[in-house]
């Protein structure tokens, strides 16, 4: 691992991690997977950073898999290489992860952005499913989070046909938070990210794994998962100084205990 292909910054309480392979429109390499993972994962151990964004350039957020990089792979080298194993840490992030989106996210561009927890897009996005266009699928989720985000019918068109869509269109298909011009792209996630930061850190993380459960679980076992963790937060100072401030009149200040 020379090279790196991600920049990772910090403002304040955010970390945040570019994708910085732009001249092929941030295509995802194997090495730039574990790194944005590393990072993802440090960040969530850092006990002074309580959101992350992740994004591109202009561009491109992702254009997808390094089609270079798999052009000679068989089933065997994929197997060996079992690439998603990295993929599937990123669901195990404990903190909310915003995706700021301009330009291509296509592919697995769109499956790192759809493993985020909110996505603020710029007008210029194109977001899009192209595999089938390479006579393969999605592999990091394409197929499941992109059906669960759409419905079945748009989600069919689009990974069916490989085209892309607007970013209104996603909006309007809800794969997307917001729709903002380019260049307030990334001040707006990291606006939203600042916000959440400020927010008590266990009942972020709490909310965070409820609102997971309600996508991956039944709602009898969502439910019964929320009460535990709503009563658990009755434990922390957080809850103590969060209602005392509401009470005193005064801003609150949360510590994460
Ligand atoms: N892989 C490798 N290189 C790429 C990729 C890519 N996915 N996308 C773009 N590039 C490169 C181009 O080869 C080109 O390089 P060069 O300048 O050396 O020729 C450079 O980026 C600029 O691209 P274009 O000249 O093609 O730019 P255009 O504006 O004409 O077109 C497009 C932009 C439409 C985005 C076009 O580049 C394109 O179609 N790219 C491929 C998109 C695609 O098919 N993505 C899906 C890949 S498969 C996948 O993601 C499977 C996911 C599996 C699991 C996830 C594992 C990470």
Redesign the pocket.
Known sequence: MNDTFITVSVEGNVGIIELNRP???N????QM?EEIVAALEAFDRDQTIRCMVITGQE??F?????????AHDGVVSMLVKD??AV?DRISLVTKPIIAAVSG?A???????MMSCDIVIASETA?IG???V??G?????G?TQRLTKAVGKLKAMEMLLT?E?ITAHEALQYRLVNRVVPAELCRAEALKTARRIADMPPLAVRLIKKSVVKAVDATTTEGLEYERNCFYLLFASEDKAEGMNAFIEKRKPNFTGQ
């Open positions: 001249h092929v429109l295509a995802l390499n194997l997977v561009r491109a992702a254009a997808g898999a390094d089609i270079e990089e798999m690439q998603f993929w291509f296509l592919g697995g561009g769109c499956e790192l194109r499913q192209p595999e266009k390479l393969v699928m999605p592999g990091a394409g490989g892309p």
